[in-house]
């Protein structure tokens, strides 16, 4: 019955959800393209292979997924991979690592009728699922058709969790339909286990995003563009990642503060949301900074500012810059991904909001490669600082590459659980 309701209801939404696509399409014009996909209307993969479904929400799943998808592509070639996001963002990344090598749709909404559509057609022998991107009919399906679902990376916050008891009567019965929870970290294998998942159910593997291949090629890119960034001046380079809407003024402010103790420092500020780049410009030329758009592809120069307005570099910019701050943590979004620039031996700042990355979070806080800024003065004196001392920088780069390497092993360890279930 909890699960009728819950269809019910999200029929009754589909309007809205349809005219929320047609306002996102506004400034992202993707949003008003493929509407087929998100019901189920996706072409047959004619392959010939059986096909593995993995889901991945977002860009920040999508590119925590690309080394598990390659290493499956390595370890079962006689699979196709269907690859399936929610955003357009998502979309591109897949696109742009995997090119044709794998089939990909946007995944179809959580309607009976737009999920057995697409299993209908797809037919995978196996469903992956990244992270918490956990829907009832989906897996209700799956479980009808003897298809087995696994949550790979599983994280639950506390706050996901206490959530999840208010509706304890839909998601009990949706979690133990799962035939396997890869948690990152116990506290969140405890959480799932709450909710009456078994020991055998639940195992802990660890966070797959520590298991980062960093490529001679892009080491070479990260030189080249570090030399283009600091010019002959040798410039310092503070970089704000994955910025979200409440946090550009921040870094504004703070970097405003920056600027006067250290005055040929660069800013590359980089928003999560490409709808957003135009309004960050105008953010910038606001609080006076002169700005350069990465999409221009024209040298820095002496610019205040580099805008990153392009697509797939952030792991690049990681790399090249000397200080890193990883957005989403001003505002209460749970921050991002901090281990991307600790496996570059980079300096990590946020803010205190980190209930995505709580684990990585602590590792890194208590090892002494990030610290934790609660506002816009505090993040501008720890900048300072940093930019003006190369042996605490230094030291603390390296404290977070330490965390960074000692925490590999997770992908090997979900590859095993999944070769149990292939």
């Known amino acids: 019955m909890p699960r009728f309701l819950y269809s019910v209801l ?48 977002s860009v920040g799943e999508t590119l925590a997924a690309v080394t598990l998808i390659k290493a499956l592509q390595e370890k079962y070639p006689g699979y196709r991979l269907m690859v399936t996001c929610m955003t357009p963002t998502g979309s591109e990344r897949i696109t742009a690592a995997f090119g044709g090598s794998v089939e990909h749709s946007y995944a179809p909404y959580d309607m009976p009728d737009a999920v057995a559509r697409f299993l209908g057609r797809v037919r995978p022998k196996l469903l992956i699922i990244m992270e918490t991107e956990l829907w009832p009919n989906t897996i209700a399906a799956c479980n009808k058709r003897n298809i087995p679902v696994i949550l790979a990376n599983g994280r639950l916050s506390d706050k996901s969790s206490r959530a999840y008891q208010r509706i304890n009567s839909l998601v009990r019965p949706m979690l133990n339909g799962l035939h396997t929870v890869a948690a990152q970290h116990t506290d969140d294998a405890q959480r799932f286990q709450s909710f009456g998942l078994s020991d055998t159910t639940v195992t802990v593997t660890g966070n797959i995003k520590f298991d980062l291949n960093i490529a001679p090629a892009l080491k070479d890119a990260v030189a080249q563009l570090s030399k283009d960034w600091r010019g002959t001046t040798q410039r310092r380079i503070f970089l704000a990642a994955s ?12 970097f405003a503060k920056i600027k006067a ?29 002169s700005v350069v758009r990465r999409s221009a592809n024209i040298p820095v120069g002496a610019a205040d500012i580099l805008l990153g307005d392009s697509m797939g570099e952030l792991m690049t910019f990681f790399g090249a810059c000397d200080l890193a701050f990883v957005g989403g943590s001003f505002v209460p979004t749970g921050g991002h991904n901090m281990i991307e620039a600790a496996a570059w031996g980079t300096p990590v700042l946020t803010g205190p ?20 800024c609660q506002n ?6 720890q900048c300072i600082l940093l930019l003006q001392d190369e042996s605490q920088r230094m030291q603390m780069g390296d404290a977070a590459r330490h965390v960074a390497e000692a ?8 590859l095993a659980v999944i070769t149990q279930i292939i």
């Open 10 to 57: 999200f029929y009754c939404l589909l309007p809205a959800i349809c005219l929320r696509l047609l306002w996102r399409a506004v400034r992202s014009p993707n949003y008003a393209k493929r509407w087929g996909e998100r019901f189920g209307f996706v072409g047959h993969p004619d392959s010939g292979k059986e096909i593995i479904w993995l889901h991945a929400v």
């Open 243 to 254: 910025t979200h809407r409440g946090e550009d003024e921040i870094i504004l402010a703070g």
């Open 261 to 289: 103790q250290v005055e040929s420092a660069l800013l590359v500020l980089v928003p999560r949301h490409p709808e957003r780049f135009n309004q960050v410009a105008e953010l910038c030329h606001s609080a006076g900074f």
């Open 353 to 372: 909001h980190l209930f995505n990355f709580t684990e990585a979070a602590q590792l890194l806080t208590e090892a002494g490669g990030m610290k934790v």
């Open 376 to 381: 816009f003065d505090d993040l501008a004196d």
């Open 407 to 414: 925490n590999r092993g997770a992908l090997d360890r979900l």
